[in-house]
């Protein structure tokens, strides 16, 4: 096996710009396109998972370690203990995305099928049973996967966007509340979908007709409709269109969003935000600021990772920014504010992703650190309970 790695990145009338965050950055020349959806769902830990470890192999192969004990090692056992070293799925190869929720996972391999495992207690991994010990088919003909916490959805060869799991706070856009453990597309109107992103507690599907499209929980306008306080639910139970985002959908290349915001990366490099402020770099740690107002949060940007309360991205001359909420067990280490440049890392920077309270980054010689919340052998795998990781990263042997 090749210990060489991908990570996931399981993606208005006001724009004020914000580009002097990135301000060494602007001279460079354009990088490369972001591939499908900005890399989203293809590799590392894209995930809201809180104490579980994924990765994705070069060779299709997914890899396993930290906590499993919810049927995450996904090889027939319910249990396996976190000190276990990290372990392929047997049953998966030549995948290509991977991505999952906060104990589900959801992989889908390169004939476009969708497989689920793990917690299934809301019908989120898509299979039978409260805990899924080996992968099931959940569908076929896919292109796309993304996950909430506890929520699963997936984009069809035919522009149609599926959901399934929980839905108390309409995460299926159905416009019911019941959970679901089957996928059923949802109504966009008759418009097909081309890229679809998660949020937390909500999703978002941007149409090849030039139109951004969400649903779920808008707290804090975090869908981009005028929604309530943070903290406050405001749900919006079938996907309705966001006519803040129509003047960026046909450049948006990544969309995705965490608890009362969301995010995304423009084809120019440009990130924009909107919701919570002080999820999405504004400047301040309020939970009383927010708008569904898009702005430019930076520029320069490659690949971004937008997750839960705070955002991972790299830029076109390999440099790393973080920004979001800074309260929590180890959000103050690994975001702030306003984005913030990342020093003396331990090489140079091939890709990034991100779990619920972690963050990971590869180096191009092929190895992997993690930041943040480190719990269960996720981070320091010599201990079940190290303190959190800090800048640059403790090393992940896989």
């Not at 409709?225 to 919006?236: D, E």
């Not at 969003?257 to 440009?270: C, H, K, S, T």
């Not at 280490?333 to 991100?354: C, N, S, T």
Request: hydrophobic share 35%; proline share 4%.
């Amino acid at each position: 096996m090749k210990n060489v790695f991908k990570l996931a990145l399981l993606a208005a009338s006001m724009s004020v710009a914000y580009s002097s965050v990135a301000g060494d950055d602007t001279g460079d020349p354009p990088g490369p396109p972001p591939g499908p959806g900005g890399g989203y769902g293809t590799g590392l830990s894209a995930t809201t998972l809180i104490t579980t470890g994924t990765a994705l192999t070069e060779d299709g192969d997914v890899i396993m370690w930290g906590f499993r004990g919810s049927s995450q090692q996904g090889n027939g056992k319910m249990v396996v203990a976190s000190k276990t070293e990290p372990t392929k799925v047997q049953s998966l190869s030549n995948i290509t995305q991977l991505t999952g929720g906060a104990y589900h996972l959801l992989a889908l391999d390169e004939n476009g099928n969708v497989y689920g495992w793990g917690q299934s207690g809301y019908g989120e991994t898509g299979c039978t049973g409260f805990y899924v010990s080996t992968p099931c088919k959940v569908m076929g003909h896919a292109t796309q996967i993304v996950a909430g916490e506890y929520w699963s959805g997936a984009l069809g060869e035919d522009g149609k966007v599926y959901t399934w799991g929980h839905n108390l706070y309409g995460q299926l856009g159905d416009g019911a509340s019941k959970n679901r453990s089957t996928p059923q597309a949802l109504n966009l109107s008759g418009e097909t979908a081309r890229l679809i992103g998660g949020a937390y507690e909500g999703g978002f599907a941007v149409t090849n007709q030039g139109h951004v499209w969400a649903w779920g929980d808008n707290e804090a306008s975090g869908l981009g409709f005028q929604g309530p306080n943070y903290g406050v639910q405001r749900i919006v139970r079938t996907p309705t269109r966001v006519p803040n985002l129509d003047q960026y959908a046909r450049d948006i290349t990544y969309i995705a969003g965490g608890n009362g915001w969301g995010e995304a990366l423009l084809n120019d490099g440009r990130v924009i935000g909107w919701g919570l402020r002080a999820a999405i770099g504004w400047g301040t740690t309020s939970t009383s600021s927010s708008s569904p107002e898009p702005i430019v949060v930076m520029d320069n940007v490659q690949k971004l990772f937008a997750r839960y309360v705070g955002s991972f991205a790299l830029t076109n001359s390999g440099h790393l920014y973080t920004w979001g909420q800074s309260g929590g067990s180890a959000f103050q280490m690994i975001y702030g504010e306003a984005p913030k440049l990342r020093f003396q890392l331990h090489g140079e920077v091939a890709d990034i992703g991100g779990a619920k309270e972690n963050l990971y980054y590869t180096t191009t010689d092929g190895k992997l650190y993690g930041i943040g919340y480190n719990d269960l052998h996720k981070l320091d795998q010599s201990k079940c309970c190290a303190p959190n990781i800090e800048w640059p990263g403790s090393e992940i042997r896989l």
